[in-house]
């Protein structure tokens, strides 16, 4: 595929830094991959449902992993508790138990934010505590502490995209070029989350946007959708326009190491059976692409 000349502008950005050797922290354990890759659902799939449902519902789903998002209620039982960076002792245990109840690892945590250094110490501390791959974000103001903290804790940071916001010219975190310049000179444990279905909805096309980000990816939302250029709905991968086996091509041929959530925002009540497609998807795929 021919890339326009604006998105090429930055594409050498990740030759660059596979050059200097990307991902220095511990990657993702075989242990949850399938066909290669550590595909899982995001629980913000499951948002209507607490964190503890959401577990349940990754492995009813043929997932070994789950990326967790801040704010979700803990449990049926305990319903004013919530999984977050500041969650007890008490409930913090638990929720490890549910994991292994259910042989589900957690392997991401976002999106989150800290106002200061100090609550973005407990994010590192609470990610380090439960074992995880990397944290998600969009705090850009923030870089400088995050880049320290990724020192001191080994834990990589994939910064998010959402849609381009033609009201908020200051939002630029859609445009993977602005990512990519971000993450340039940083160490190289921080770089993307990949968030295909916010690109397409930004009129962007997922491979291209996956080139330019070459060697700086973290970890990735996948998704499938019916248009570029529009706000849709999550389909099932292989039935939309985006190209998920090109996508999962390219990010095996940049070496991609992370995770892959899907996040399916589309039939909320009942998205376990798409989702289980979606994981069987990759899993096949890269079974056949070995």
Known sequence: ?????????????????????????NPVPDTVKQGGFAIGPQAYSFNRFTAFEAVEKAAAAGAKCIEFYPGQ?????????KLHHTMSDEDFAALQAKLKQHDVTAVNYGVVG????????KIFEFAKKLNLYAITTEDVK?????????????????????????????YELWDPNFVAKLVKDRDPRIGACAD?????????????????????????????REAIGEKKPDIVYGTGVSDIAGCLAELKAQGFDGNISVEYENKWEDNVPDIKTCIEFVKNWGEKNK
């Not at 800290?114 to 110490?121: F, T, V, Y």
């Not at 502490?145 to 804790?153: D, P, R």
Request: proline fraction near 4%; include cysteine; charged fraction near 30%.
């Open 114 to 121: 800290g106002k200061d250094e100090a609550e973005w110490r």
């Open 142 to 170: 923030n870089i400088d502490v995050i880049e320290k903290l990724v020192k001191e804790f080994d834990i990589k940071v994939g910064y998010h995209e959402h849609a381009k916001r033609p009201l908020d010219r200051s």
């Open 1 to 25: 595929m021919k890339l326009s000349p604006r998105l090429l502008s930055f594409a050498a950005l990740g030759s660059l830094a596979l050059a200097v050797g990307v991902f220095a922290a």
């Open 73 to 81: 209620k803990l449990s049926k039982d305990k319903p004013d508790s």
């Open 196 to 224: 295909t279905g916010h690109w397409q909805t930004s009129g962007l096309k997922p491979i291209e946007c996956l080139k330019i980000l070459k060697g700086r990816i973290i970890s990735s939302h996948l998704k499938d």
